[in-house]
């Protein structure tokens, strides 16, 4: 799909065909961030569909999808570029063999034919005849001295290499940034992006998430488990589950053949839904004293939003 022809009608109608249901606000953002050429930071909860915005945003302009997962104690070396010092050093062996000259040697070996791409630089770099969509995913989660690194290359698109000299992007990638609110991301790296809060879906939204990605399923099931995620989210757990979380649970469902929800199912598949033992062991108790009205949850799904 040609960026240039894109309205925001068009970039919501592109995502609901790659099975991503998204709401006119977040369609705008992205419109916005392809138009303006700005970076995007999502966030929101866990699994609610952040990661996935770029993913198939990729899909839909035909395009490379380079991502960058962030973790503490991530360097700039490691998102931009290493050297091969192993093939370096063979290459200087081999020419000493040879009688080479050794600092006309250690010229040719810093060139990029012993570069080692990192995602920034592949993304900088990026010859195809579109532009690239560049994830940074869970920027919360890398150090602040990296968070800093990122506003230079963000602002320019280019780097410089001492050995080889600056590589400026001859096309501006797409760039998303994710970020589970872990930490603060600074004030300087948000300037410089569009911004987008995804919370989790109503009722409505869950449901056609469902169907969408699980056109097989039941009506009758579907509606359950989004009634049910719907008044989970609602109560008191440690970590509340997410989109990807109810996705894992109707295929889990599914699988087991199942056509619609009871006590016993929910029991047997609450591993599907929470990943904390004492969210496993709240949600127990809850069904045990019957203060989560499971029934009730089922027989009105959509009161839950009043």
Not at 1 to 10: A, Q, R, S, V, Y
Request: aromatic share 8%; glycine share 4%; with cysteine.
């Amino acid at each position: 799909m040609n960026p240039k022809k894109l309205t925001i009608d068009k970039v919501q109608e592109a995502l609901r065909k790659q099975q991503y249901i998204c709401d006119r606000s977040l369609a705008t953002v992205v419109y916005l961030s392809i138009t303006l050429g700005k970076p995007v930071l999502l966030e929101g909860e866990a699994g609610v569909g952040k990661t996935e915005i770029a993913k198939v945003l990729a899909d839909v302009l035909e395009t490379r999808l380079i991502r960058l997962q962030c973790y503490e104690g991530l360097d700039a070396n490691t998102a931009l570029y290493e050297w091969n010092y192993p093939k370096q050093m063979l290459r200087i062996k081999l020419e000493e063999v040879g009688g080479k000259d050794r600092a006309a040697v250690e010229t040719e070996i810093f060139t990029e034919e012993y570069l080692v791409k990192r995602p920034l630089l592949e993304a900088i770099q990026s010859d195809g005849p579109m532009a690239p969509v560049l994830l940074i995913d869970e920027i919360d989660r890398a150090d602040m001295e990296f968070e800093a690194f990122l506003l230079e290359v963000l602002s320019d698109f280019q780097i410089t290499i001492p050995e080889i000299g600056t590589i400026r992007a001859s096309l501006r990638p797409y760039v998303f940034l994710t970020s589970n609110r872990t930490r603060e991301i600074h004030d300087a790296l948000k300037r410089r992006c569009l911004y987008h809060w995804i919370d989790y879906p109503t009722f409505e939204k869950e449901y056609e998430i469902v169907m969408t990605k699980f056109p097989q399923v039941r009506d009758h099931l579907a509606k359950q488990i989004c009634a049910f995620m719907q008044r989970v989210r609602q109560m008191n757990f440690y970590k509340r589950p997410g989109v990807a979380e109810t996705l894992d649970w109707a295929c889990a469902l599914m699988a087991l053949s199942r056509q619609e929800l009871d006590q016993k199912t929910v029991e047997e598949t609450m591993g599907c839904i929470f990943k904390y033992r004492e969210d496993l062991h709240h949600l127990k108790e809850e069904l045990a004293a019957k203060r989560l009205d499971f029934e009730q949850a089922l027989k009105e799904p959509t009161e839950l939003m009043a």
